[in-house]
């Protein structure tokens, strides 16, 4: 029983703390652009370099 008086305490501290990271992730807009990532690594950013020997 004396566990508990450790456990629960350590258990709710954790909760607001992730619950404070992802408050912080949605604050600092990590969340804003779901599609771009997606659709980003479809195509090349930089054009092939040509050879001119």
């Known amino acids: 029983m004396s ?4 456990l629960i305490p350590i258990a ?3 909760g607001l703390l992730g ?4 408050l912080w992730a949605l604050k600092t807009g990590q969340f804003d652009d779901l ?3 997606a ?11 040509s050879k001119d020997s």
Do not use: T
């Not at 566990?3 to 450790?6: G, M």
């Not at 659709?39 to 370099?49: A, H, M, Q, V």
């Open 12 to 14: 709710v501290l954790l």
């Open 35 to 37: 599609d771009g990532a």
């Open 39 to 49: 659709s980003r690594i479809l195509f090349d950013d930089d054009p092939p370099e």
């Open 3 to 6: 566990a508990l008086l450790y």
């Open 19 to 22: 619950l404070g990271a992802f």
